[in-house]
């Protein structure tokens, strides 16, 4: 994994669909799935951030081999 792969991608909306939303990224590229949900009071809507190696798509199982391991500090699983 390289850092130049790395993309942080923002989804805002309501909590059930940019959970969704986030799960579906995780399924496309090795991914951190949902984190980092944050809410604004008084805001219906909420910010929920995904880390994603853009590297690794859906054709390579989007996740790690069972022999692969991730450098330390990463939050991909």
């Known amino acids: ?6 993309i942080t ?4 909306g309501p909590e059930k ?3 969704e939303a986030s799960r ?10 949902p984190c980092r949900l944050r809410r604004t009071p008084g805001e219906d809507e909420v910010q929920v951030l995904v880390y994603a ?3 690794r798509g859906a054709n390579e199982g989007g996740y790690l081999d069972p022999d692969e391991t991730m450098p330390t ?4 699983r």
């Open 1 to 6: 994994m390289s850092d130049e792969s790395m």
């Open 9 to 12: 991608i923002e989804i805002r």
């Open 17 to 19: 669909a940019a959970l």
């Open 24 to 33: 579906r990224i995780s399924d496309l590229f090795l991914s951190s799935g």
């Open 53 to 55: 190696d853009i590297d």
């Open 73 to 76: 500090g990463s939050f991909l």
